[in-house]
């Protein structure tokens, strides 16, 4: 899991984690960097879309006892 603490959100700090952790796997043999992100968070597609992810298709959340409300994944990915 990753996310940025809010007072440094929009201070390019995400793309630079996004950077590191694409880096990493390019060194490490991979070809793609998938990522699932929950649907109530509909601010984070948008996001993850301009650092160049796409959505691939969806998922179930399987933590479901905490929930408050049905959710499910949305499973996106990026070349690396």
Not at 2 to 19: M, N, Y
Not at 40 to 68: M, V
Request: aromatic residues 6%; contains cysteine.
């Amino acid at each position: 899991m990753l996310s940025v603490d809010p007072p440094h959100q929009g201070t390019g700090l995400a793309k630079r984690l996004i950077e590191e952790v694409e880096d990493y796997c390019r060194d490490a043999g991979c070809s793609a960097l998938d990522i699932e992100v929950v649907n109530l968070r509909e601010e984070l597609p948008p996001l993850y879309e301009a650092f160049g992810f796409s959505k691939t298709g969806l998922g179930s959340f399987s933590d479901t006892g905490q929930l408050k409300r049905p959710a499910h994944l949305i499973l996106m990915s990026k070349p690396v």
